[in-house]
């Protein structure tokens, strides 16, 4: 304790209390103090004041008292070390070691570090070579990045050779150590045991920890390939269930903004940023974990989840409820907005510009609560009493999930209001969402009465996977983990009538968003712990790809292959019923034509597709 109170006077003795206070108040200098707002309570006469020579602030009007260290804590809600890091950051000083740590260990990770460092290096230094031109481009052109923004989030390239390694073995690096931090790794089935690359054709984003140093990377293939993106593995210096991408930077411009957003993915992070929107930030390649969620608590206590409209965006939202309700605590939850159009950040930011996006934010976004009534309610009819009394269980049963026991009663209160006024009075639920497709096999006609003669507008419908496709799609994902990252958005886009099967599907999607580098038999026994084993004795598409010894690609066009089938079978039924509308209605409907025409180059496309596999 005696260095850790050396430590925090040397901080004292170091660092302005001015300095640190006016980041986030306006300080006017009155003879030997400075005045200003105070931060704590609001108020309009200032009566907040800082002592420069005695070091600490004071405020008159609510009584807020302390060092620096006790500011950056209060101001900008950080535990105890992470405000002593970030002091520490500022003086440039090195941070104690508070525990019986053995040295070598410290002097080790020390070391991994900069090892990462010289990867960055390399990776950026690689961008700017001939080879790298076609991944500059890539950044610049088809993304639309600034050198700018290319420059603040080191970006680089990752080329198609053993480059990496051979130019860590240069700096002395070990290739123990390279393995450690998942910069190279062995091919598989390789006797000879050589290393290759982990990242190769690949533009290249590190990922920084809080204190800005480089801990892994994410890769994005420029082409069609897959798998689209690629993190580094886990390493003794990177889990990913706690890291957030981009806190680094986000974490001071949302105390500014007293907002949070919490994106897909860390191209939407960047793509917010160069449009002046610096408060994102992005889990990698997971749902969204409790770790994270606690750490975007210390930042902003209701941060603002920014998913896609899609398949996909919808259920990393559903997935986030059911994260998040067990911790919720008075004061702290998420909020939600959904891009229209099913657009992501950059299309939607491209297409809008940074004013609408912020109009969305202010206007558009929904509480937690909201989103968990959706998830049970849209689309949905409750026309007997069983009905509606399943669905008061299932509310119960999710509000008992919050451990908080003031938070549970509020909700419980918010949910029995909405049963009684929403359903009890109603058979059909009027929460049916805006970004839920229609649960019917067929495209539903609408007619309406505009007085100008009959109007005819087809409402295009979820399609619906034949259940032996859904059952084989599900066996090799199971077979083939590597699948589930591939076709989750694709299988997202059907109906899943049965049950059973969409709850496989689900479990399958948590899983592997859960579970590093989950194998068939990691993935068989997880499945049977959450419940599915008697799903998985009844699916024999299982045995069968097992026995057959299945080759991943030839499952992969396989599942092409029967999806296209099905596709192909349902647009054929839209189209002919376009047809029969155009023939029928009283007056020629453009909307309808439209809808023809664009069904008929949709076709013309998955059958270019099926020639292709």
Not at 179 to 207: C, Q, W, Y
Not at 521 to 536: F, R
Request: aromatic share 10%.
């Amino acid at each position: 304790m005696a260095d850790l109170q050396k430590f925090i006077d040397e901080l004292r003795a170091k660092v302005s209390i001015a300095d640190v206070v006016g980041e986030k108040v306006k300080l006017v200098r009155k003879g030997r103090e400075y005045t200003g707002l105070c931060p704590f309570h609001n108020e309009k006469t200032p009566s907040f004041t800082v002592n420069e020579a005695k070091g600490f602030y004071h405020c008159f009007g609510c009584g807020a008292h302390g060092d620096i260290v006790k500011f950056e804590m209060d101001a900008n809600n950080l535990p105890f070390m992470e405000a002593l890091e970030k002091l520490a950051h500022k003086a440039g000083l090195e941070m104690p070691r508070l525990s019986h740590e053995n040295k070598v260990e410290v002097e080790k990770r020390k070391s991994l570090y900069e090892i990462m460092e010289l990867a960055v290096k390399f990776f950026e230094r690689n961008l700017r070579l001939p080879e790298g031109q076609q991944a500059l481009d890539y950044l610049r052109n088809r993304r639309g990045f600034s050198e700018e923004t290319i420059a603040k989030f080191h970006m680089g390239y990752a080329p198609a050779n053993n480059g990496l390694r051979a130019w860590l073995a240069s700096k002395n690096v070990s290739e123990q150590d390279m393995g450690d931090l998942g910069l190279v790794s062995l091919a598989e089935h390789n006797t000879s045991k050589r290393t290759f690359d982990f990242f190769r054709d690949r533009v290249m984003i590190p990922i920084f920890d809080k204190a800005g140093r480089p801990i892994a990377f994410g890769g994005r293939v420029m082409s069609d390939a897959q798998p689209k993106y690629l993190n580094s593995p886990e390493t003794p210096i990177f889990q990913k269930r706690r890291i957030l991408y981009n806190m680094n930077y986000a974490r001071d411009k949302a105390f500014e903004a007293k907002n949070l957003l919490i994106c897909e993915g860390y191209m939407d992070v960047i793509a917010l940023d160069a449009y002046g929107i610096g408060y994102a930030v992005a889990p990698l390649g997971t749902a969204l974990t409790e770790d994270q969620i606690q750490e975007t608590w210390r930042v902003c206590p209701e941060p603002v989840c920014c998913f896609d409209g899609d398949g996909a965006g919808i259920r990393a939202a559903m997935r986030s409820v059911d994260r998040v309700l067990p911790i919720l605590k008075p004061g702290y939850s998420l909020r939600f907005l959904f891009l229209p159009d099913k657009q992501d950040p950059d299309e939607f930011l491209k297409a809008k510009g940074q004013g609408e996006f912020l109009k969305l934010l202010e206007n558009e976004t929904k509480p937690l609560k909201d989103i968990l009534w959706r998830k049970y309610t849209e689309n949905q009819v409750f026309n007997t009493p069983e009905k509606k009394a399943l669905l008061e269980k299932t509310m119960k049963d999710e509000a008992a999930k919050i451990a908080d026991e003031t938070v549970r009663n509020y909700y419980i209160q918010d949910l029995q209001s909405r049963l009684y006024y929403e359903i009890g009075r109603g058979a059909k639920s009027p929460y049916r969402s805006e970004f839920s497709p229609r649960k019917s096999q067929k495209a539903r006609t609408y007619y309406t009465d505009n007085n100008q003669g009959l109007n005819v507008r087809v409402v295009h419908s979820q399609k619906v996977l034949d259940e032996a496709v859904v059952k084989f799609v599900l066996a090799a994902m199971i077979y083939c983990p590597s699948l589930i990252a591939e076709y989750e958005e694709k299988l997202s886009t059907f109906e899943i009538k049965n049950p059973e099967l969409k709850k496989l599907f689900d479990a399958l999607v948590e899983i592997a968003a859960e579970l590093e580098n989950a194998d068939f038999a990691s993935m068989m026994e997880v499945l049977s712990q959450k419940g599915c084993g008697d799903m998985l004795k009844n699916l024999w598409e299982v045995q069968m790809l097992k026995t057959q010894k299945a080759d991943e690609l030839k499952l992969r066009d396989e599942i092409k292959m029967k999806i296209i089938e099905v596709q192909l079978q349902q647009l054929e039924a839209e189209i002919s019923e376009c047809l029969r509308l155009l023939e029928t209605a009283d007056a020629f409907s453009d909307e309808v034509y439209k809808r023809y025409e664009s069904l008929k180059k949709e076709k013309e496309q998955l059958l270019n597709e099926q020639d292709a596999v």
